[in-house]
Every structure is written in structure tokens, then in C-alpha cells.
């Protein structure tokens, strides 16, 4: 399985971009996806989740302004990032956990300019 991730760019604080998350290839397990995020110079952290139910969590940090969705038959994952902040400046990556098996794409820059 490969993912693609895509929709980053650079946008001014406030502004709003919709990351998608595009997997290689349909799996039979109930598929847990992800949205995780890196700064500069930071630890990866975890920004949202999904699973095959579409339940959801979301970091407190973003709660409220990103809002994680999936379409199934397109196999892919979206991130609709609203009013957003210079602290969300970031490598955007998604992940899905499948039974025992992890993929990651290979990230999504976002920058968000004050």
C-alpha cells in the first residue's frame, strides 16, 4: 500500500486548505487513517482519526477548525483545515494502520504566513 498525500501550499493565516490522502489500493481489514503532523524543529504529533465506524478524534489544538472525512470507494482521506494558524505551519503526513501492517505517505507542507 502507498499513500499520496496532497493540498498543502502556502496560505495566510486564517485561510483554509483541504489535504487529501489518496491510498494505492482497497485493503480488507478495518482500516484506521490518520493525520499526523511534524514543525520545524518539533516532534511529530497527532492532529486526527478515523476509522472504518467513522469515528473521529481530533487534537485539542485543532479542534473545532480541522475536520478529518474519508470516501471510501475513492480511497482517500481528506483534512479540511479551516482558520488557520501560523503555529499549524507543518509537514502534514497521513498513516493508516491496517491489522498488524503501518503505512506512511511521504507528507504535505503547509505554511501558513502571518
Known amino acids: 500500500v502507498q499513500l499520496q498525500e496532497s493540498g498543502g501550499g502556502l496560505v495566510q493565516s486564517g485561510g483554509s486548505l483541504k489535504l487529501s490522502c489518496v491510498s494505492s489500493e482497497l485493503t480488507d481489514c478495518d482500516v484506521e487513517m490518520y493525520w499526523y503532523r511534524q514543525p520545524p524543529g518539533k516532534l511529530r504529533e497527532d492532529v486526527a482519526y478515523i476509522n472504518s465506524e467513522n469515528k473521529k478524534t481530533y487534537a485539542r489544538s485543532v479542534k473545532g477548525r480541522f475536520t478529518i472525512s474519508q470516501d471510501s470507494v475513492n480511497k482517500t482521506v481528506y483534512l479540511q483545515m479551516n482558520n488557520l494558524k501560523p503555529e499549524d505551519t507543518a509537514k502534514y503526513f497521513c498513516?493508516?494502520?491496517?491489522?498488524?501492517?503501518?503505512?506512511w505517505g511521504q507528507g504535505t507542507q503547509v505554511t501558513v504566513a502571518s
Open positions: 498513516k493508516m494502520s491496517c491489522g498488524y501492517y503501518v503505512y
